[in-house]
């Protein structure tokens, strides 16, 4: 996702306004008031009962986008302050999580990704 509009990447599709939202921990109403679109009209968009034009996508883009690298960089700090053996344990966690994952590739990509992050911490920790 870029921070520059375009126009020839809307999905007027709902489902893709879905999954947006529900690829971060806020409600409904709070992404509705992050964006600046009364919640109603929101649900509407969500529902399908409205079409959901460009600029209101491209916004919940960009609020999910933010949303994620803060999530990123607390996460960063976390990991820099936990134990070792912590870190290994989550790690052994992850690991089966992917194991068990086989047909979600979203989640395996995203728990791989996870992995990959607490892999580095955990090999920095004397």
């Known amino acids: 996702m870029t921070s520059i509009p375009n126009p020839s990447n809307h999905q007027p599709s709902t489902r893709y306004l879905r ?3 529900e690829s971060v921990d ?21 529902a399908g009962d409205s079409r959901v034009p460009y600029p209101v996508q491209f916004t919940v883009e960009c609020l999910v986008a933010n949303v994620v690298e803060q999530a990123r960089e607390m996460s960063a700090r976390q990991l820099a302050s936990t134990p070792r053996r912590e870190l290994q344990a989550v790690e052994r966690k992850l690991a089966r ?13 995203r728990v791989k990704a996870t992995l990959a992050k607490v892999q580095r911490a955990a090999a920095r920790r004397p």
């Open 26 to 46: 806020l409600a409904q109403d709070e992404v509705a008031d992050g964006i600046g679109v009364d919640r109603r009209t929101f649900r509407r968009y969500l």
């Open 19 to 21: 999954e947006l939202v």
């Open 97 to 109: 999580e992917v194991e068990q994952a086989p047909n979600a590739s979203r989640l395996r990509q």
